[in-house]
């Protein structure tokens, strides 16, 4: 499989940005969008293990006393921050990592609950059938929708 990889100049990383509802703030090359938490790698498989991030995105961002380069993966819903280690040693040529990759969850911690037909006929939400699931998030609006007959 072919995987492109799209370079986001700052004008359009600022437009995608400020569309996702499920960021409070986009933050800067410096700093991580809010709001973000620590996440574990169960978490962040549960997510990059079923599909590919629409976006990748590289920032230098203060770490405790530190600047540290990590990625940020943007995904449908929601994105992660993943921090590489830096304590490694080289044996035998091979690189052995002293401690685990970082991960943060970026973005809302989502609270979906699924609308009815009248309640999207309300909010100005297509609703499919009784096959079509549509939710929102109580915390930040968030709407997905899928359909649940395939």
């Given at each position: ?20 509802d ?20 169960h ?62 969850l ?45």
């Open positions: 499989m072919l995987q492109k990889l799209v370079h986001i100049d700052e004008k359009k990383s600022e437009k995608i940005l400020s569309e996702i499920w960021i409070t703030d986009p933050g800067d090359f410096n700093h991580l969008p809010k709001p973000y938490r620590k996440a574990t790698w978490e962040y498989w549960h997510v990059a293990g079923r599909s590919r991030p629409d976006y990748t995105e590289f920032r230098q961002v203060q770490i405790g006393k530190m600047f540290r380069s990590l990625t940020i993966e943007w995904y449908f819903n929601c994105a992660f921050a993943i921090l590489q280690p830096q304590k490694w040693t080289l044996k035998e040529g091979k690189i052995h990592w002293q401690e685990s990759p970082k991960y943060y970026i973005g809302c911690d989502h609270e979906y609950r699924e609308l009815s037909h009248q309640e999207c006929h309300e909010a100005g939400i297509s609703h499919y059938g009784n096959c079509w699931h549509v939710n929102r998030c109580d915390k930040c609006d968030h709407v997905e929708s899928y359909d649940s007959s395939d």
